[in-house]
Protein backbone atom coordinates (compact mmCIF):
# COMPACT_ATOMS: atom_id res chain seq x y z
CA UNK A 1 0.00 0.00 0.00
CA UNK A 2 1.53 3.36 -0.99
CA UNK A 3 1.62 6.65 1.56
CA UNK A 4 -0.11 9.79 0.57
CA UNK A 5 3.18 11.54 -0.35
CA UNK A 6 3.73 8.28 -2.78
CA UNK A 7 0.60 8.42 -4.25
CA UNK A 8 0.59 12.18 -5.41
CA UNK A 9 4.42 11.43 -7.10
CA UNK A 10 2.61 7.93 -8.88
CA UNK A 11 0.00 10.56 -9.98
CA UNK A 12 2.39 13.32 -11.33
CA UNK A 13 4.52 11.08 -13.02
CA UNK A 14 1.17 9.86 -15.08
CA UNK A 15 0.58 13.49 -15.84
CA UNK A 16 3.92 13.24 -17.41
CA UNK A 17 3.08 10.06 -19.48
CA UNK A 18 -0.19 11.83 -20.58
CA UNK A 19 1.91 14.68 -22.08
CA UNK A 20 1.71 17.28 -19.74
CA UNK A 21 4.79 19.37 -19.94
CA UNK A 22 3.75 22.79 -19.58
CA UNK A 23 5.89 23.61 -15.82
CA UNK A 24 3.35 25.94 -14.05
CA UNK A 25 0.37 23.08 -14.94
CA UNK A 26 2.74 20.48 -13.22
CA UNK A 27 3.11 22.77 -9.96
CA UNK A 28 -0.49 23.95 -9.97
CA UNK A 29 -1.78 20.12 -10.11
CA UNK A 30 0.63 19.49 -7.67
CA UNK A 31 -0.60 22.10 -5.20
CA UNK A 32 -4.04 21.88 -5.29
CA UNK A 33 -5.25 18.75 -3.26
CA UNK A 34 -7.75 16.76 -5.23
CA UNK A 35 -9.01 15.41 -2.22
CA UNK A 36 -10.37 18.55 -0.82
CA UNK A 37 -12.94 18.21 -3.75
CA UNK A 38 -14.74 15.30 -3.17
CA UNK A 39 -16.48 13.51 -0.20
CA UNK A 40 -14.93 11.69 2.36
CA UNK A 41 -15.91 8.42 1.16
CA UNK A 42 -13.69 8.79 -1.89
CA UNK A 43 -10.66 10.27 -0.37
CA UNK A 44 -8.11 7.16 -1.00
CA UNK A 45 -9.13 7.16 -4.66
CA UNK A 46 -8.31 11.10 -4.69
CA UNK A 47 -5.08 10.51 -6.69
CA UNK A 48 -6.50 7.08 -9.10
CA UNK A 49 -7.24 8.66 -12.62
CA UNK A 50 -10.95 8.21 -12.55
CA UNK A 51 -14.25 10.50 -12.44
CA UNK A 52 -15.61 10.53 -9.11
CA UNK A 53 -19.43 11.70 -8.12
CA UNK A 54 -19.86 15.10 -6.18
CA UNK A 55 -23.78 14.94 -5.35
CA UNK A 56 -26.73 16.34 -7.72
CA UNK A 57 -25.70 13.53 -10.31
CA UNK A 58 -22.01 15.26 -11.39
CA UNK A 59 -18.65 14.27 -11.16
CA UNK A 60 -15.21 15.82 -10.63
CA UNK A 61 -13.41 15.35 -13.96
CA UNK A 62 -10.31 12.58 -14.00
CA UNK A 63 -7.50 14.42 -13.41
CA UNK A 64 -5.76 13.68 -16.14
CA UNK A 65 -8.11 15.75 -18.56
CA UNK A 66 -8.35 18.23 -15.84
CA UNK A 67 -4.37 18.30 -16.85
CA UNK A 68 -5.01 18.44 -20.83
CA UNK A 69 -7.77 21.08 -20.86
CA UNK A 70 -5.46 23.47 -18.32
CA UNK A 71 -3.00 22.63 -20.29
CA UNK A 72 -4.40 23.23 -23.79
CA UNK A 73 -5.90 26.59 -22.23
CA UNK A 74 -2.48 28.25 -21.90
CA UNK A 75 -3.26 30.38 -19.31
CA UNK A 76 -1.19 33.53 -18.76
CA UNK A 77 -0.68 34.67 -15.12
CA UNK A 78 -2.69 38.31 -16.47
CA UNK A 79 -5.75 36.45 -17.94
CA UNK A 80 -9.12 36.64 -16.98
CA UNK A 81 -10.98 33.19 -17.26
CA UNK A 82 -14.35 31.90 -17.04
CA UNK A 83 -15.29 28.45 -16.37
CA UNK A 84 -18.40 27.02 -16.90
CA UNK A 85 -18.80 23.78 -14.81
CA UNK A 86 -17.59 24.71 -11.34
CA UNK A 87 -18.80 21.10 -10.09
CA UNK A 88 -16.31 20.52 -7.43
CA UNK A 89 -14.15 23.57 -7.95
CA UNK A 90 -11.17 21.11 -8.56
CA UNK A 91 -10.75 22.97 -11.80
CA UNK A 92 -11.06 26.18 -10.76
CA UNK A 93 -8.99 25.55 -8.01
CA UNK A 94 -6.12 24.71 -10.74
CA UNK A 95 -6.65 27.59 -12.75
CA UNK A 96 -7.11 30.41 -9.59
CA UNK A 97 -2.75 29.23 -9.48
CA UNK A 98 -2.35 30.00 -13.11
CA UNK A 99 -4.35 33.12 -13.98
CA UNK A 100 -5.01 36.66 -12.47
CA UNK A 101 -8.78 36.03 -11.48
CA UNK A 102 -11.08 32.87 -12.58
CA UNK A 103 -14.90 33.77 -12.43
CA UNK A 104 -17.13 30.03 -12.66
CA UNK A 105 -20.32 29.27 -13.09
CA UNK A 106 -22.73 26.36 -12.12
CA UNK A 107 -26.68 25.84 -12.05
CA UNK A 108 -26.35 23.78 -9.02
CA UNK A 109 -25.92 26.41 -6.39
CA UNK A 110 -25.77 23.01 -3.70
CA UNK A 111 -22.15 22.43 -5.86
CA UNK A 112 -21.79 26.02 -5.55
CA UNK A 113 -21.92 26.13 -1.65
CA UNK A 114 -19.63 23.49 -1.27
CA UNK A 115 -16.91 24.80 -3.73
CA UNK A 116 -17.41 28.46 -2.06
CA UNK A 117 -16.05 26.32 1.12
CA UNK A 118 -13.56 24.71 0.10
CA UNK A 119 -12.00 28.15 -1.62
CA UNK A 120 -12.50 29.78 1.65
CA UNK A 121 -10.67 27.05 3.77
CA UNK A 122 -8.06 26.68 1.45
CA UNK A 123 -7.19 30.63 1.48
CA UNK A 124 -7.98 31.06 -2.32
CA UNK A 125 -9.41 34.17 -2.80
CA UNK A 126 -8.73 34.75 -6.78
CA UNK A 127 -12.07 33.27 -7.79
CA UNK A 128 -15.65 34.59 -8.17
CA UNK A 129 -18.40 31.85 -8.16
CA UNK A 130 -21.80 31.66 -9.65
CA UNK A 131 -25.20 30.24 -9.24
CA UNK A 132 -26.17 30.49 -12.75
CA UNK A 133 -27.04 29.26 -15.99
CA UNK A 134 -23.44 29.71 -17.92
CA UNK A 135 -24.84 29.51 -20.89
CA UNK A 136 -25.28 33.37 -20.98
CA UNK A 137 -21.47 33.79 -19.41
CA UNK A 138 -20.95 37.01 -17.91
CA UNK A 139 -21.24 39.54 -20.22
CA UNK A 140 -20.65 42.11 -17.45
CA UNK A 141 -17.03 40.95 -17.34
CA UNK A 142 -16.32 39.89 -20.71
CA UNK A 143 -14.43 40.01 -22.57
CA UNK A 144 -12.51 36.97 -21.07
CA UNK A 145 -8.74 36.12 -22.13
CA UNK A 146 -9.66 32.49 -21.80
CA UNK A 147 -12.88 30.46 -21.58
CA UNK A 148 -13.33 26.50 -20.43
CA UNK A 149 -16.89 24.51 -20.82
CA UNK A 150 -16.68 21.39 -18.58
CA UNK A 151 -19.95 20.05 -19.99
CA UNK A 152 -20.67 19.45 -23.21
CA UNK A 153 -22.36 20.88 -25.44
CA UNK A 154 -23.19 20.06 -29.40
CA UNK A 155 -21.61 23.47 -30.93
CA UNK A 156 -19.82 25.79 -29.52
CA UNK A 157 -22.38 28.64 -27.53
CA UNK A 158 -22.23 31.57 -29.78
CA UNK A 159 -23.07 34.12 -26.49
CA UNK A 160 -19.69 32.37 -25.29
CA UNK A 161 -17.53 32.92 -28.41
CA UNK A 162 -18.48 36.78 -28.26
CA UNK A 163 -17.79 37.16 -24.69
CA UNK A 164 -13.96 35.87 -25.40
CA UNK A 165 -11.11 38.61 -26.19
CA UNK A 166 -9.43 38.34 -30.03
CA UNK A 167 -6.20 36.87 -29.45
CA UNK A 168 -8.22 34.51 -26.82
CA UNK A 169 -8.62 30.68 -26.28
CA UNK A 170 -11.78 28.40 -25.29
CA UNK A 171 -11.24 25.06 -24.29
CA UNK A 172 -14.76 23.03 -24.43
CA UNK A 173 -16.44 19.28 -25.03
CA UNK A 174 -18.12 19.16 -28.08
CA UNK A 175 -20.94 16.50 -28.99
CA UNK A 176 -24.40 14.63 -27.74
CA UNK A 177 -24.19 13.88 -24.24
CA UNK A 178 -24.95 10.45 -25.14
CA UNK A 179 -21.88 9.53 -27.55
CA UNK A 180 -18.52 10.44 -27.30
CA UNK A 181 -17.30 14.06 -27.72
CA UNK A 182 -14.34 15.88 -28.94
CA UNK A 183 -12.09 18.27 -27.08
CA UNK A 184 -11.79 21.36 -29.59
CA UNK A 185 -9.53 24.08 -28.86
CA UNK A 186 -10.74 27.57 -30.40
CA UNK A 187 -8.71 30.51 -30.97
CA UNK A 188 -9.86 33.80 -31.41
CA UNK A 189 -7.78 35.60 -34.18
CA UNK A 190 -8.61 38.90 -35.88
CA UNK A 191 -9.20 36.71 -39.05
CA UNK A 192 -11.69 34.78 -37.53
CA UNK A 193 -12.01 31.49 -35.49
CA UNK A 194 -9.21 28.79 -35.90
CA UNK A 195 -10.50 25.02 -34.73
CA UNK A 196 -8.20 22.24 -32.98
CA UNK A 197 -9.74 18.86 -32.33
CA UNK A 198 -7.80 17.81 -29.18
CA UNK A 199 -8.85 14.09 -28.86
CA UNK A 200 -11.91 12.07 -27.89
CA UNK A 201 -13.39 12.83 -24.20
CA UNK A 202 -16.77 11.93 -22.24
CA UNK A 203 -18.29 15.11 -20.12
CA UNK A 204 -21.93 15.28 -18.88
CA UNK A 205 -24.21 17.77 -21.12
CA UNK A 206 -24.42 21.34 -20.93
CA UNK A 207 -27.91 21.74 -19.49
CA UNK A 208 -30.30 24.56 -19.99
CA UNK A 209 -31.99 26.90 -16.83
CA UNK A 210 -30.52 25.94 -13.10
CA UNK A 211 -30.55 22.59 -11.11
CA UNK A 212 -33.03 21.33 -8.37
N1 LIG B 1 -15.14 21.35 -13.56
C1 LIG B 1 -15.76 20.45 -12.60
C2 LIG B 1 -16.47 19.25 -13.22
C3 LIG B 1 -17.68 19.68 -13.89
S1 LIG B 1 -18.96 18.51 -14.14
C4 LIG B 1 -14.79 19.99 -11.54
O1 LIG B 1 -13.61 20.38 -11.59
O2 LIG B 1 -15.20 19.29 -10.63
C5 LIG B 1 -19.97 19.58 -15.13
C6 LIG B 1 -20.70 20.65 -14.37
O3 LIG B 1 -21.36 21.47 -15.33
C7 LIG B 1 -21.78 20.12 -13.43
O4 LIG B 1 -21.53 20.51 -12.12
C8 LIG B 1 -23.06 20.76 -13.99
O5 LIG B 1 -23.98 21.16 -12.97
C9 LIG B 1 -22.53 21.95 -14.74
N2 LIG B 1 -23.42 22.49 -15.77
C10 LIG B 1 -24.11 21.84 -16.75
N3 LIG B 1 -24.80 22.72 -17.50
C11 LIG B 1 -24.53 23.96 -17.01
C12 LIG B 1 -24.93 25.29 -17.37
N4 LIG B 1 -25.77 25.53 -18.38
N5 LIG B 1 -24.45 26.31 -16.65
C13 LIG B 1 -23.61 26.10 -15.60
N6 LIG B 1 -23.19 24.89 -15.23
C14 LIG B 1 -23.64 23.83 -15.92
Redesign the pocket.
Known amino acids: MMNAAELKMQFLFSLRSHGITNKRVLTAMEHIDRSN ?1 ISETFTDRAYEDIPLP ?1 G ?1 G ?4 QPSI ?1 AIMTQALDVQRRDKVL ?10 AILSQLARRVYT ?4 SQ ?1 IAAAQNVFKAKDIANIISFT ?4 HGLPEQAPFDRIIL ?2 ASDDPPSTLLAQLRVGGTMVLPVGQSDSIQTLVKIEKTKAGLEYHELRQVR ?6 GL ?1 L
Not at 105 to 108: A, F
Request: aromatic share 8%.
Open positions: YICQTISVEIGTGSGYQAIDRHLADGSTAFVPLLEG
